[in-house]
């Protein structure tokens, strides 16, 4: 069961039009997560053209979903966020929906 990630932006911008916060204190941090931001992207292009290869080397489409895998890394990703201060209930989660994504990407995209 897919979402549209169009009706959460669409919310979200209702959100931002009633509480529009533009201190310069927050323009700073909307720069700086800009810049985290330009740091990512190239990784996840870089990521999508891994997956696009792993996809390339199944034959068979229970391939795509990996339980043990996603585990495997939802417990590295926790581990690691948690050593780096961050939150690892957030960042498991960030990490799960980029996984489904890409799942998502793989199914739709599977030839054989």
């Known amino acids: 069961m ?4 169009n009706i ?7 959100m931002i039009k009633k509480r529009k916060n533009n201190s310069l204190k927050m323009r700073e941090i ?14 996840m292009v870089k ?5 696009n290869n792993a996809l390339e ?7 795509i979903v990996d339980l043990n895998r996603i585990n495997q890394i939802k417990r ?3 581990l690691q966020s948690k050593k780096l201060g961050g939150n690892p209930k957030l960042i498991s989660n960030i990490w799960l929906s980029i996984i489904k ?9 599977f030839k054989k």
Not at 2 to 5: A, K, Q
Not at 8 to 14: G, L, V
């Open 76 to 78: 590295k990703v926790s």
């Open 2 to 5: 897919g979402f549209s990630i």
């Open 57 to 63: 080397l199944k034959t068979k489409k229970s391939e």
């Open 8 to 14: 959460y932006f669409e919310a979200f911008q209702e």
């Open 101 to 109: 994504n890409f799942i998502d990407f793989e199914k739709r995209n």
């Open 30 to 43: 909307r720069k700086k997560i800009d810049i985290v931001d330009s740091k990512i992207l190239p990784l």
């Open 47 to 51: 990521r999508s053209f891994l997956v």
